[in-house]
């Protein structure tokens, strides 16, 4: 159960619209699977939603015969969109076939329905659900990039960098290690399990920490 959708008094908090929310279409899964053959038609369907759509193929690209998506959207009329497909070849022979978004004119492999109509992901607005972290989250994610541009272990305290990577300016080197301690003295850690691996000799600085601590 995820707490965090709930506000306090128990009601649920309403999320920002993300591409995950959407019904998607993928031409390279239609091209890969056979469908897109002139003059056949074939059905898209989403049943944990209970939602379908129906495609006809034609030699200019597909028109959505119906729709009823669900989640709200059951009372849309029948209607017909249609959509461009190109066909673009490769230097290898082959061929990459894409959608034509209707706004943009943008060649996508996917399209996305948010409100009623398809269209590409940039015109959207919208991003994935993965790529919104929260803001401590970025700030580990920072940290744990530089600490791998110090080349130091994972999670060594900033007093213990004091040597600079061979071929980085001092200029780098300072910013870097500044950025650390300000990212430390906010209280920012490494997330558990990213970044590399400790090295065997890890114990060794672990003491040499330990000890540090204890002459303070
Ligand atoms: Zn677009």
């Known amino acids: 159960m995820d707490f965090s959708r709930f506000t306090r008094e128990g009601g649920l908090k309403p999320r920002r619209a993300v591409?995950?929310?959407?019904?998607?279409?993928?031409?390279r899964a239609w091209e890969r699977e056979g469908k897109l053959i002139p003059r056949t038609a074939f059905r898209v369907e989403w049943?944990?939603?209970?939602?379908?759509?129906?495609?006809?193929?034609?030699?200019?690209?597909?028109?959505?015969?119906f729709k009823r998506l669900g989640d709200g959207y059951e009372?849309?009329?029948?209607?017909?969109?249609?959509?461009?497909?190109?066909?673009?070849?490769?230097?290898?022979?082959?061929?990459?076939?894409r959608f034509i978004c209707p706004d943009c004119e943008r060649r996508?492999?996917?399209?996305?329905?948010?409100e009623v109509t398809f269209r590409c992901q940039r015109c959207l607005g919208l991003?994935?659900?993965?790529?919104?972290v929260s803001k401590r989250e970025r700030k580990?994610?920072?940290?744990?990039?530089?600490?791998?541009?110090?080349?130091?272990?994972?999670?060594?305290?900033?007093?213990?960098v004091t040597r600079k990577p061979p071929r980085m300016s001092l200029r780098i080197f300072r910013k870097l290690r500044d950025e650390k301690a300000a990212?430390?003295?906010?209280?920012?850690?490494?997330?558990?399990?990213?970044?590399?691996?400790?090295?065997?000799?890890?114990?060794?600085?672990?003491?040499?920490?330990?000890?540090?601590k204890g002459a303070n």
């Not at 990212?183 to 330990?210: D, M, Q």
């Open 108 to 114: 996508v492999w996917k399209l996305f329905a948010h």
């Open 19 to 27: 591409l995950d929310d959407c019904f998607a279409l993928d031409v």
């Open 183 to 212: 990212l430390e003295a906010e209280g920012v850690t490494r997330r558990i399990g990213h970044g590399l691996a400790a090295s065997p000799n890890i114990l060794e600085v672990n003491e040499r920490i330990k000890r540090m």
């Open 47 to 65: 049943p944990e939603r209970s939602a379908f759509l129906g495609v006809s193929v034609d030699a200019e690209g597909v028109v959505l015969l």
């Open 140 to 160: 580990a994610m920072r940290l744990e990039k530089i600490d791998a541009k110090l080349r130091i272990f994972p999670g060594l305290p900033v007093a213990f």
């Open 75 to 97: 009372a849309l009329p029948i209607a017909e969109e249609r959509l461009r497909v190109v066909r673009m070849p490769t230097p290898f022979g082959g061929a990459h076939t």
């Open 127 to 132: 991003r994935r659900l993965s790529g919104i």
